[in-house]
């Protein structure tokens, strides 16, 4: 059985070739063996045109049969046959033998030939007859010269020697084709089949599009499920990634918490502020570990954001509360400030996700925590602000840590950069990549900036909700 694609194809051009080369072949017999019978016709008149005047002199004498048997015995030798034609046209023997078939030869003028072919005894004889006289009872009107049609033998042995330079031509010429052919169907479909087989493990790299139109189409439909693929995976990757990058922020309070509780830092009203944090921690995990939940089997969608009214100065004041006993074991100094006069509510409450802000807010006061040294500040600013020429409110995280690199505050909400890590605090660089990733899909924008003499500025700005 021809089981693959190549040996298909391979199969497929030897069939042609063969009936290419059966058709040939006949074609080519057919031209032959009418080559041999015309060459054989054009040597009998040549006979008949010799003997015709020697023929035509024993009409006058009436020795005709004498005559025309003396032609036949000398032609005898070259395997020609002479036989006369009656007024009915049938061709009459020399001998007592009975008459032969009729041929067309009664309306011959004298001198003119006709030609064709007729059977006698069992056996194919080709003929020429030349006319002797206009008209005479019961006188032979014309003479037969014949011949045995050999032109089928001879056009087969023309072929023998002829069909084996024929076949090596089309095998010369069809097998590179059908290799090529072959080769361009297969080459592509084996480089797919490659490439698929690889998909568990890993995406592959775009194969070539080549080959005919159906294996090129082919071949750019795999490419771009392949892509997709690929930005399906770097999507899911992305959001397990902030997962667990989020996850870790309620992990440490939590665990900060717990120990003050358990070296009793934390006691009486303090104890109570603590387990209550834990709890309040303990829920946000709920939420990440169920947003993990809805995330599941729709990795390629875009976050699944719920916007409703949010005070930012109320979450600024949630995240100094939640942050308090994180920033008091490293000796740093939390705050929330708002520079100028003090903003009303309704001057800081924009369209968002709280779940959103809080971790926003979470990333860029954990990070904040992490550069600055012992008895630094980390100061969280809500002003208002224009975002696209409308009213907005920015929330900035303001610290006096080593600040940014050169150049780190426009790579800072790259995914995974982190700069100097020895100014970075060691982060996984996602912090900051969430929030822009958060921001923009509420229709925010982010920033960061260096201060002087030292420290930065970060933050993200939100459309202000209108009344």
Request: glycine fraction near 10%; proline fraction near 5%.
């Amino acid at each position: 059985m021809l089981r693959s694609l190549r040996s298909r194809l391979v199969a497929a051009f030897v069939v042609l070739a063969i009936a290419v080369l059966l058709g040939v072949s006949g074609a080519l017999f057919l031209v032959l063996r009418e080559l041999h019978q015309d060459s054989t016709v054009a040597s009998l008149e040549d006979v008949a045109g010799s003997v015709l005047p020697q023929v035509r002199d024993a009409i006058g004498t009436g020795n005709l049969r004498g005559t025309v048997a003396q032609v036949r015995d000398e032609l005898a030798s070259h395997d020609i046959g002479v036989m006369l034609v009656g007024p009915d046209g049938r061709l009459r023997p020399l001998t007592g033998a009975p008459d032969g078939p009729v041929i067309q030869a009664t309306d011959l003028s004298i001198g003119e030939t006709a030609h064709g072919g007729v059977s006698l005894e069992g056996r194919s004889y080709l003929y020429v007859a030349t006319g002797l006289r206009r008209a005479a009872a019961a006188a032979p009107r014309a003479i037969a010269f014949l011949q045995v049609d050999r032109s089928g033998a001879l056009a087969l042995a023309d072929l023998g020697r002829t069909i084996p330079a024929v076949t090596l031509v089309v095998l010369l010429v069809a097998a590179p084709l059908a290799w090529v052919v072959a080769r361009s169907v297969s080459g592509p479909l084996r480089q797919i089949s490659l490439a698929a087989a690889s998909l568990p493990g890993s995406v592959p790299a775009p194969v070539g599009v080549e080959g005919p139109v159906e294996v090129r189409e082919l071949a750019t439909s795999f490419n771009a499920m392949t892509a997709e693929l690929g930005a399906t995976r770097a999507r899911e990757s992305a959001l397990l990634a902030n997962l667990r990058h989020d996850l870790r922020t309620p992990v440490t309070v939590i665990a900060g918490f717990a120990a003050a509780l358990r070296d009793g830092t934390a006691s009486g009203e303090a104890a109570v502020s603590a387990a209550r944090a834990i709890e309040e921690e303990a829920a946000r995990l709920e939420r990440l570990v169920d947003s993990l939940g809805q995330a599941e089997g729709r990795a390629d969608e875009a976050p699944q954001l719920h916007l409703e009214p949010v005070d930012l100065q109320a979450v600024v004041a949630t995240a100094v509360a939640r942050f308090a006993d994180r920033a008091e074991r490293a000796d740093v100094v939390l705050s929330a400030a708002a520079p100028g006069r003090a903003l009303q509510p309704a001057e800081t409450t924009v369209a968002a996700d709280d779940q959103a802000v809080d971790r926003m807010l979470g990333n860029l006061v954990g990070n904040a925590l992490a550069v600055v040294g012992r008895g630094g500040h980390v100061r969280i600013e809500v002003t208002e602000a224009t975002l696209r020429d409308q009213p907005a409110v920015a929330v900035d995280v303001v610290d006096d840590g080593p600040g940014f690199p050169p150049g780190g505050t426009e790579r800072a909400f790259d995914r995974f950069w982190r700069g100097d890590p020895s100014r970075s605090g060691g982060g996984s660089g996602l912090g900051l990549a969430i929030v822009r990733e958060l921001a923009t899909e509420m229709g925010g924008t982010v920033h960061a900036a260096n201060l002087a003499p030292n420290g930065g500025r970060v933050g993200f700005v939100l459309p202000r909700l209108r009344a």
